[in-house]
């Protein structure tokens, strides 16, 4: 299999991206190889690269993608070559305590490798470049941690499911967790960019009986 991958890699706070040839590393037995068939752009990758989000560089980024499995490690048993997945943009461990007991996102040692900087998907002329948020969905392949993956139907569109990894959950886990919307419910949704329509989606799930979305952005009230 090809260990070559098209990835744009931030070297540097405030600076553009640079579009080039790495070479993905060898994945460990609980990693997967996966080719990346779509990703999202979130304003979260903007704030790395403006330094709001102090993400040591160098780093691909890109954590909303969907993809193709194209290897798996030898620990790997839920997945498959050729299986679709979602990857998931809240790292976890799979081995502490929240783990264990199914709260995932509550996993502090996932998070924190991840977004230390610990995590390294890729390489050039001997230099490790990390994957953010244990993912880099900003190149054609990557690596990930197999329970960074989830796997979907084959007939899901990937450039619809990629949203799923972080815009889709941000906004209906606020409207179904957060605000907790019962049916019969009347929601307001101030601001309908790509969190917001997810809000949006998550009051009609929760059967609110009215959904007013304010913007001042016409095309986004379309």
Known sequence: ??????????????????????????????????????????HTDLSVVRAALPYPPPVVLGHEGAGIVEEVGSAVTTLAPGDHVVLS?????GRCA????GFAHLCDAGLNAAMAGQQIAFEKEGN???????????????VVDACAAVKIDDDIPLNRACLIGCGVITGVGAALNTARIQAGETVAVFGCGGVGVNVIQGAAIAGAS?????????????
């Open 98 to 101: 929240y783990c264990r007991r």
């Open 89 to 93: 943009s809240i790292p976890h461990c």
């Open 1 to 42: 299999m090809s260990r070559d991958s098209r990835a744009a890699v931030m070297y540097d706070f405030n600076a553009p991206l640079a579009v080039e040839s790495l070479r993905i590393k060898d994945p460990r037995p609980d990693q997967i190889v996966v080719r990346v068939v779509a990703s999202g752009i979130c």
């Open 128 to 142: 490790d470049i990390a994957n953010f948020c244990g993912l880099g969905s900003f190149a054609s392949r990557t």
């Open 210 to 222: 009215r959904i007013i979305a304010v913007d001042v952005v016409p095309k986004k009230l379309e």
